[in-house]
């Protein structure tokens, strides 16, 4: 069936697809959204006290993608059988209206500068031989300064709560001694810093350290952004990540965007779409729609537009072009193809400090996105000379609300009992008076770490599940050690009565059991050159123009920071050069 | 507050004004086009309000009252000649609004405020007229007749009720040219007590249902709050300072019409349709004449005690008291949102602590509120909807009877308490739980 023609179909209905959906619809265009999922409301799914049934809500994977529909296949290294991911555990990525926006914590980092052209810095600090063999180093092909805008659009809309370093050159707070330069303030004042971050904040300056409050999507006080969309005020209960926040004040495409969007007569959205491919012309160098499954039918449908936004989760927009041809498949043997290079990830450990039990932590308080941070282990901040790897971690206490099933199966930690009476009382006592500190760093891109299609598992649609190949390199593994070993001072200053340093282990391959982070990348990257890179400095198509790949498949490594926020500047980037140059001369706007 | 359509008159003597001033006109931002103007006419009358039914097409009708005789339907006003008004002339129009008579003679039930719109004026009246003709598309629906019993069904009577308390056509215009401070204050006299109607909900009424005031100029009983409708109470809307808008600014009142939100409170019940069917489409100038009108109405209640607010219940609570009566109630289920303190986090979360609602000697909107919850839509200007959820699914009647009496009795509102029995009685006319409705607010 042929459901007709839109100016712009957009696939997905997150953070990407929701800014892109808003961006196109102000310059005229004529929007449909196609999302898989259900839509969400908090006036549903933040209906308290029902909202924060844990058991209904992380555990249970109430907003999480349904894997008995479509997965992932995941092998560690070329030659192994990859099988299919069956239960959500070392990532999480979202379905429905809001996708990970709706059920993410709210950090919302801008990017460290350096890490855009971290190839060339790299190369400029420590020569050419400093790149490990097989490591896939490259630049994103755009700067700071020309995404600053779109970072500090996107803080308006999202409500982030922080405080600046430098506003246009000039002092102006106690924010991040690292973090680049601000046109402006943030739209909200920092959250406040919970006592184990006060504690940690405390202890990291005396040790040397830049402590800062994390930039957090968490609203500090009531809001109300550019759309005229509105938060409330964050309290503390700790029910961001895996929920939707209840008192409106996490940032979500359904606060933040959607209300404005939904009054717009420009707008459709579609729920229960399952986008099946991008129909390409027969020369295949332009897009002429999508089919997608009505889900509720289980009908094909075709709808036609002139423009394709594929902004669905980072590792789907990989599949979705591999599925449908756009660009070619990368092979790591040959070293040919971009679609699927660059795969990454972010290394994350959590160590444990215990407190005297005179000082309550209390780890059921908490936002998500807020918490005290250093960066001074994080990007080039440091010197990596003697050294010898790439990369680094922020470290922080991101106290984001510990719900009691989640803090019971994580256990009380170090060497306690893993039942009965001492279980119980060592679980007491880490719930009422231990912090975390995380180390919550980059991945490297490698030649033979990867996205493909699966040549054994198909999914519920009877088209081939998408293939990861990934595991620990020993550059990460490394970085992540050697910043782990720079929280051990911070654990003494700080008091701890015990602490417990959690790292990488040489050797140590991923393990999908565990969760790790839902902060995938790459696999779509962008750049300035078509033989490394899947989409150009606008995250256009190389090869089929009027199809944008919005998302953080267009990071060519794991970043440090949470994606986010680099997700959101990127399609606020994307969808200013679609209006202002695309629209008027539609084309590729990079010339290969 | 300036008004474009007076400025000549500057340089005229200020009877010259007061006269040009009682000669209101709808005036769609920049809009000479008389389906253009009653268009803005039918939103400054909340004409869809009721003409409306949610999801159906515009001003077909078929909406329900429901009664204590039985139920009456709001007719199809579509220009469909059979079914709707499409063959009634512009009198015959005028007549029916105005004064509550059908083409055929028989009378409306005043459910239909005539006795308001019997003000309209001439020319908005024929710019509704040309609207409702030529700006709607008719639909061929019959209007479902009215399910009263004989006799009661019997129409006559209204005439005699309407002869007895609506006014006549005449003198309500002349009531509209009476002098005002200024040409704001008359325009927006005239949009509160004439298509605004705010009186049909927040004037008391008599017992023969008639209200008792229909204009400021009939004394301090008109919009001094109403009876309750579908199990709100309408509040004053004088100067009453404990249970009025005594303490809201011009741009407070701006605000909740506009957006049905403001730093003082959030709209709720029937007050939500009409401000998004009515009032969030008028112009800023409009909002704020109606707003100026507003409070230069005296409180009906002089001498009842200001508001002040008192620290001591979140002084205790902070302090880890929750022995109050209600307390720990509204420690475990309000004070997230409306805080320990009573002020709220307006506009997204209103305050409690000196909330008129809240101070009214009837605890029935507060009961409603807290047993069904509220949805706050989302408007042209606030896109953003906001859901209370519904404590009757978790609360007992004694429980809510405990938390609306802390929340009645703390922070200086010192309201009287409310019973088991009152919450329980009021459990009968409780609106639907808010996430009953459909379509559920989506933010």
Known sequence: MNAGKTDAIIIGAGWAGAILAKELTEAGLSVTVLERGDDRATAVEGDYPGSIDELRGAIRHRLFQNLSQTTVTIRNTIGQVAVPYRRLAAFLPGEGVGGAGLHWSGVHFRVAPDDLALRSNVIARYGRNFIPEGMNLQDYDVTYEELEPFFDKAEKVFGTSGEPHTIKGKIAGKGNTFAPDRSDAFPLPAMKDVYSASLFKTAAANVGYHPYSLPAANASAPYTNPYGAQMGPCNFCGYCSGYDCYMYSKASPNVNILPALRQDPKFTLITKAHVLKVNLDSDRKKATGVTYLDLRTNRQVSLDADLVIISAFQFHNVHLMLLSGIGRPYDPIANTGTVGRNFVYQTITTSRAWLPSTHYTNLFVGAGGAGVAIDDFNSMNFDHGPLGFVGGSPVWVNQAGAKPIAAAIGGPGGKAPTWGEGYKDAMVETYRHSLTIDAHGSNMAYRDVYLDLDPTYTDAYAQPLLRMTFTWKDNDIRMNQYVVSRIEPIMKEMGATRYSLAKLETGELFDTRRYQTTHLGGGAVMGADPKTSAVNRYLQSWDVPNVFVIGASAFPQGMGYNPTGMVAALAYWSAYHIRTIYLKNPGPMVQA | ?443
């Not at chain 2, 309500?172 to 006299?189: K, Y």
């Not at chain 2, 938390?403 to 010192?414: E, K, L, S």
Request: proline share 10%; with cysteine; charged share 15%.
């Open chain 2, 1 to 443: 507050m300036k008004h474009r359509a007076f400025r000549p008159a500057t340089i005229l003597g200020t009877a010259a004004l007061l006269l040009l001033a009682h000669l209101p006109q709808a005036h769609a931002e920049g809009s000479d086009n008389p389906v253009a103007r009653g268009h803005y006419v039918a939103d400054a009358s909340d004409c869809s309000a009721c003409h409306t039914v949610k999801g159906g097409p515009p001003f077909a009708g078929g909406m329900a009252f429901k009664l204590p005789m039985g139920s009456i339907y709001s007719s199809n006003i579509t220009p469909d000649p059979t079914h709707g008004i499409g063959a009634w002339s512009e009198a015959e129009f005028a007549r029916a609004v105005r004064e509550g008579v059908r083409r055929d003679g028989t009378s409306l039930y005043p459910a239909m405020p005539f006795p308001s719109y019997a003000r309209i004026s001439d020319s908005d009246m024929h710019a509704l007229y040309v609207y409702f003709m030529k700006g709607v598309q008719p639909v061929a629906r019959a209007t479902p007749a009215a399910d009263i019993p004989w006799p009661l069904s019997m129409r006559w009577p209204m005439s005699v009720w309407k002869t007895v308390f609506a006014p006549a056509v005449q003198s309500a215009q002349q009531d509209v040219n009476r002098p005002f401070p200024d040409p704001a204050i008359a325009r927006g006299a005239y949009l509160v007590e004439g298509p605004g109607h705010c009186g049909a909900c927040h004037s008391p009424r008599g017992l023969a249902l008639q209200e008792k005031a229909l204009s400021g100029s009939a004394g301090t009983l008109f919009l001094s709050g109403g009876a309750p409708i579908d199990g709100f109470v309408p509040t004053s809307l004088r100067q009453d300072r404990r249970t009025g808008l005594a303490s809201w600014s011009e741009d407070d009142i701006v605000a909740f019409l506009s957006t049905g939100r403001n730093r003082k409170g959030e709209s709720f019940g029937g007050m939500t349709n009409a401000i998004v069917h009515g009032t969030q489409h008028l112009t800023p100038e409009d909002l704020h004449a109606m707003a100026r009108y507003l409070l230069t109405l005296g409180p009906s209640h002089p001498a009842a005690p200001a508001w002040h607010y008192d620290p001591a219940a979140a002084a205790e609570l902070q302090r880890g008291d929750a022995t109050a009566r209600g307390a720990r109630l509204y420690v475990d289920h309000c004070a997230a949102c409306h805080r320990t303190d009573g002020k709220g986090y307006a506009p997204v979360f209103p305050p409690l602590a000196g909330n008129p609602v809240i101070m009214s000697d009837q605890p029935d909107s507060l009961v409603h509120v807290v047993q069904s919850g509220a949805a706050l839509p989302g408007t042209a200007r606030a896109p953003s909807a906001f859901v209370m959820p519904a404590y009757g699914r978790m609360l007992s009647p004694q429980q809510i009877a405990d938390v609306v009496t802390f929340i009645r009795a703390a922070w200086g509102n010192n309201a009287p308490p409310v019973d088991a029995a009152t919450v329980a009685e009021l459990q009968k006319s409780a609106p639907p739980p808010v996430l009953d409705g459909k379509p559920v607010p989506l933010n």
